[in-house]
Antibody
Framework: QVQLQESGPGLVKPSQTLSLTCTVS??????????WSWIRQPPGKGLEWIGY???????YYNPSLKSRVTISVDTSKNQFSLKLSSVTAADTAVYYC????????????WGQGTLVTVSS | QSALTQPRSVSGSPGQSVTISCTGT?????????VSWYQQHPGKAPKLMIYDVSKRPSGVPDRFSGSKSGNTASLTISGLQAEDEADYYCCSYAGSYTFAVFGGGTKLTVL
């Protein structure tokens, strides 16, 4: 059973860069079974897919966030990370990491989520 | 505004059945059999309930079922139980540019 755990600062100042890491356990990030994804949910609102990275390093980003997003992977640590630059209050959300099954395009496993607040 | 349209809320009494719709376009729901549904209780992460339109992961009760007709997918919950009260989100593959789109979510209330 794959488990995911997000970590990172819970408070980021406007215009700065949000950085989060997801640690994968119970399976290898290099297995090729999943696309490792980030999804966010503003308070009281719905889900928004941010993007994914494959173990090989190939990435895809939501066009609406593409100019500000970078997702990277560290296979030696079984981790992948999210960086979102030039944040504003609109980026305040619970950020989830998730394992996307690429063959059938569904999110199989989710982290518990971490709230990131953008405020000075 | 979400890419997929869901009713804001639905409700039903214990033992009854409810259906939640998820309407998209021929570029997402109507174009692929890659619709999934997620259950989210307050303060918790979403949980996969249905994938590939109608398949249930191991451990999900058979009271949960999915279907699709044209550009609209549906999640039906039969024999409603109190623990089914939650938010439900649909998600669809949307091609190699957009990839995945979510619905806005539906709040299910068990009366």
């Amino acid at each position: 059973q794959v488990q995911l755990q997000e970590s990172g600062p819970g408070l980021v100042k406007p215009s700065q860069t949000l950085s989060l890491t997801c640690t994968v356990s119970g399976g290898s990030i290099s297995s090729g079974d999943y696309y490792w994804s980030w999804i966010r949910q503003p308070p009281g609102k719905g889900l928004e897919w941010i993007g994914y990275i494959y173990y090989s390093g190939s990435t895809y980003y939501n066009p609406s966030l593409k100019s500000r997003v970078t997702i990277s992977v560290d296979t030696s640590k079984n981790q992948f990370s999210l960086k979102l630059s030039s944040v504003t209050a609109a980026d305040t959300a619970v950020y989830y990491c998730a394992a996307l099954r690429g063959e059938d395009w569904y999110f199989d496993y989710w982290g518990q989520g971490t709230l990131v607040t953008v405020s000075s | 505004q979400s890419a997929l349209t869901q009713p804001r809320s639905v409700s039903g009494s214990p033992g009854q059945s409810v259906t939640i719709s998820c309407t998209g376009t021929s570029s997402d729901v109507g174009g692929y059999n890659y619709v999934s549904w997620y259950q989210q209780h307050p303060g918790k992460a979403p949980k996969l309930m249905i994938y590939d339109v109608s398949k249930r992961p191991s451990g999900v009760p058979d009271r949960f079922s999915g279907s699709k007709s044209g550009n609209t997918a549906s999640l039906t919950i039969s024999g409603l139980q109190a623990e089914d009260e939650a938010d439900y989100y649909c998600c669809s593959y949307a091609g190699s540019y957009t990839f995945a789109v979510f619905g806005g979510g539906t709040k299910l209330t068990v009366l």
